[in-house]
């Protein structure tokens, strides 16, 4: 065997492996998959349904308001409130009944359900995408800071706790003063109110 047919062989090799395994065979399970998130799913969230060796399954979905997408073959799947791995279980056991041995991995594209609500006096109050860990005062700047009129010492959080409403209030020039030193940091649902 020449240099050049070796270099061929090996480049081939290394592409299939690259590529993955061979028609029919489904990947092995990772450590991670062992792990699965415990996001909860929600309503306008971006997921990504994708069916191995099947690209017309394979798909980009939003969640709809009544917390459901719709699949090829699978149909109506109601996903919110529930766990990527649970939702693959599920579809799995529909897409058995037209493809041999589905395998389904759902991918988080866009988180979008977890959500604030900043009211009263900022200069953008609305409903903002809790992506990342917040304070208050993250959810005020995120809706344009304070307006002139607004009473920086008397902020409310609302906070459903169960069937109870919580109320937390929140002096911000405490914070801002350094007298208090840590921040109250925001959970999904929660309502910011600036007097």
Not at 77 to 96: F, H, Q, S, Y
Not at 118 to 140: K, M, N
Request: glycine share 8%.
């Amino acid at each position: 065997m020449t240099t050049t047919s070796k270099s061929l062989l090996l480049a081939l090799a290394l592409l299939v492996g690259a590529v993955g395994p061979a028609s029919g065979q489904q990947p092995e399970a990772t450590s991670a998959d062992a792990n699965a998130a415990s996001y909860i799913l929600g309503p306008s969230d971006v997921i990504r349904v994708w069916v191995w060796n099947e690209t017309d399954l394979t798909t980009s979905v939003t969640v709809r308001p009544d917390g459901k997408v719709s699949l090829p073959l699978a149909g109506e799947i109601d996903v919110a409130g529930r766990t990527p791995k649970a939702v693959e279980e599920e579809i799995t056991g529909k897409l058995a009944e037209y493809v041999n041995a589905p395998f389904v991995v759902i991918i988080v594209e866009q988180i979008n359900s977890p959500q604030i609500s900043v009211l009263g006096e900022v200069r953008a109050s609305g409903r903002y995408p809790l992506r990342q860990r917040l304070s208050v005062l993250d959810a005020i700047a995120l809706a344009g800071g304070f307006t002139e009129f607004a009473n920086r010492g008397e902020v409310i959080v609302f906070r459903l706790e169960g069937a109870n409403t919580q109320r937390i209030e929140v002096d911000v020039n405490r914070f801002l003063d350094g007298r208090v030193a840590a921040p109250l940091w925001l959970r999904a649902g929660d309502t910011v109110y600036v007097q």
